[in-house]
């Protein structure tokens, strides 16, 4: 079993910029893809970016790319997700999932975060 965790959220004006950081608990982080997934208000989760286990290949949203990276530093057990240029359509809880292979899709992902709330003001 994997435990996860992430910080770093808070309240940000449109066009400022947040780091999120997770961490993850056991000595086999390195072995897993890690993802970063959001759900705002009213909406289903969606998928935000994904990283595989050796930060050779990585994905995002359409709506992300550009702005969001997705990095990870395996020997402190940690994934980052650094966000420029926010807007307020990206408030919204902030999850950090881990599992295996790579996927974009949440039901692949075994171990989930207790998330982050990230709030974009105009």
């Known amino acids: 079993q994997v435990q996860v965790a992430e910080s770093g959220g808070g309240l940000v004006q449109a066009g400022g910029s947040l780091r999120l950081s997770c961490t993850a608990s056991g000595r086999t982080f390195s072995s897993y893809a890690m993802g970063w997934f959001r759900q705002a208000p009213g909406k289903e989760r969606e998928f935000v970016a994904a990283i595989s286990w050796n930060g050779g290949s990585t994905y995002y949203a359409d709506s992300v790319k550009g702005r969001f990276t997705i990095s990870r530093d ?32 949440s039901d692949k992902y075994n171990y989930w975060g207790q998330g982050t709330q990230v709030t974009v003001s105009s």
């Open 74 to 105: 395996n020997a402190k057990n940690t994934v980052y997700l650094q966000m420029n240029s926010l807007k307020p359509v990206d408030t919204a809880v902030y999850y950090c999932a881990a599992g295996w292979p790579l996927a974009t899709r």
